[in-house]
């Protein structure tokens, strides 16, 4: 399949890690990486679904996060890890980005990994490579760690809103573009911390505003983000404002702004950049409507166990889990039907959604012993 896409859409795939975990001394690092992975992966259904390597920008650690992991598995970090398994995710990680390591590595790396390079690459702004300005459409994704903080070091956080919370997400090195800060109600996030600690993330109110800088340029051309990290959902509150949307226009802005989480919820592992991508590049064209439903179906059908574990800690019958149930060609005990019927229900009805009349008539059947 093929992306059904003109050639001049440009793809930009951020990926990000706190500055805690992927930025600071080398020792300190964690063994695994929140979103390397995932870009490698991203790129590589891009490029099999026939996306030039040429409109795809990339914001990751790749080399950093794989010159890490050769250090430990040749014994030069002291981490307390055993060599050997820095060898495998070495390789692990290796075939999770092959064609992006193939086809020489992240555009942006190492230090570059900022919320700056993000602003600029986004906006088409400085050296190196970025957004051009003749680009017809533009999709980014980011995958990485988020949070809020409280605008004033002085507020308690209670629950987030839009006039005493401020939306990001996490970069692992500190932007040098001070200038996009000036903007932003940092106060609260340097409460007790050093100084700089805002400077390594990127603010839902700096993309806003690049959103803005990009639609005053070119009104009519279509964008299309993901968010993928916690809480991003807060970064799409601007857009459903009256004050905003009549001040901005926004509900005449061609864009179409996906998150993998609410506002105040963590995301999942994985959260929606698998079924994204995995919507992306089949060849099934569609309204952008039609393309969020498919990637709603698969995200809910991916993801079912959460929700069929959570059933099941609540429901929890010892006598039913004791029973060893007895399938053909199956070992005695390896097949439980509720299972199945319970995993069935919870992604056949519409989007991939809990069919609730289906669920009733299970438990009408299990209570009168007939399933």
Known sequence: PRVQVA???YFVLVGGDAFQSQGGDPMNRDFMHTSVPFIGSAYGQLRRA??????????????EYMEQLVKGAHGVLDTGIERKFYAAQMER???????????????WDYSDVNPGTVWSVLLGEGPGKVVPQDCQALLFAIYSHGDYHSTTASAAQGAPDYLSTE?????????????????????GANAGCASNRHH????????????????HRNPSRPVLGLLNYCTSG??????RRDSVRRAFGTDQWPLYLMSAAQKDTDALVGGVWEAFFEALTEDDA?????????????YYRNNRFELLNRIKSQCYVPEVWEVQFQFPGK????????????SLCLASGEHGQPDWDMLQQLERAYKAGSA
């Not at 390594?200 to 639609?215: A, D």
């Not at 569609?286 to 698969?298: D, L």
């Open 7 to 9: 050639s001049g859409t």
């Open 50 to 63: 026939g996306v030039q390597s040429t409109n795809i920008i990339t914001i990751a650690q790749v080399q």
């Open 93 to 107: 990680t290796r075939l999770q980005c092959k064609e992006l390591l193939e086809e020489g590595c992240a555009d």
């Open 167 to 187: 939306w990001f997400v996490h970069l692992p090195h500190p932007s040098q573009n001070a200038d996009m800060y000036e903007f932003v109600a940092t106060e």
């Open 200 to 215: 390594t993330y990127l603010y839902g109110t700096q993309i806003r505003q690049i959103l803005h800088k990009l639609f």
């Open 234 to 239: 807060g970064v799409l509150d601007f857009m």
């Open 286 to 298: 569609g309204t952008m409507e039609a393309f969020f439903r498919r990637v709603q179906a698969k």
């Open 331 to 342: 070992k005695d005990g390896t097949v439980d039907p509720w299972h199945q019927d319970l």
